[in-house]
């Protein structure tokens, strides 16, 4: 039995004419955005309404004014385009760079200092493959893997979740920043104690830095009292080089020297932290991800035995 083929009343050049409406504001604009004539939109523009039974437009003294069932129709639409040039990008990719791509994201913290060299010797090496790379909250990072958006996770804390695979390769440690010239600048090493008397820049409790930093405070028996909540390190560090107070944060944020005046100094009492590689349990790591983490380790090794 020979199946009929679904009659599309919203045409592909018809969507791209109205998205181009809804961008611009006029039939005018959308002509020159498309390198079409002005009544070769209007025409498509009413052809859609025609077949669709709807109003897209009010039309007012030549101004056009989107409906509702418009700017519902745009979501939609512009949804349908942005999977289109995903579409196309992925072609070119496949054109242009053979051995595929690699999706990638990590802790924010890690992306200042500590992973840029690895990126920059993957891609150096791998100039054929390419590679998307941003920053995730630690609460994202299990969405974006298990929705397949990421291939791998660098995290500087573990994640609990049955379904991911988490691999500690690296450790480190919080450690204080302080106003080049502090007083406690002196020290080779800073107290919570000698801290907490100073205005203090401090990750927020809701994230799990500022949980760990919280539980640091509690085993020392010192008073919490930030004068200033964070949630990323730069912030801190941009805060305290301007003399707002004192901070805790990661050691990989501000490793490299890449934050003149400010200075760095290790905790007393010391807050762990476990550098880890993240994947989902339900997909193995291609051979490009393998290749990724083998650099990455490499560079953890090399940084652990220079600081020993």
Known sequence: ????????????????????????GSMNGAARLLFVSQPAVSRLIAHAEQSLGLRLFERDKGKLTPTAEAQRLFEEVGQLFDEALRIDELARDLAERPEGELKLCSSPSLALNFLPPVIARYVNEHPRVRLKYHTTLLSDMAHELLGRKVELAVSVLPIDNPNLVVEPFATGHMVCILPQGHALARQDSVGLAELARNRLVLYSRNIPFGQLVAAAFQRANVPWRATVDIVRAE????LVRSGVGVAIVDEFSVAGGGWPGIEVRPLREPIPLALSLVRSRFERPGRQAQRFVKLLKEHAQRRAAAVQ
């Open 1 to 24: 039995m020979e199946m009929r083929r679904a009659r599309v009343r919203f045409k592909l050049r018809q969507m791209e004419a109205f998205r181009a409406v809804m961008l611009t």
């Open 235 to 238: 912030l801190a560090c941009a």
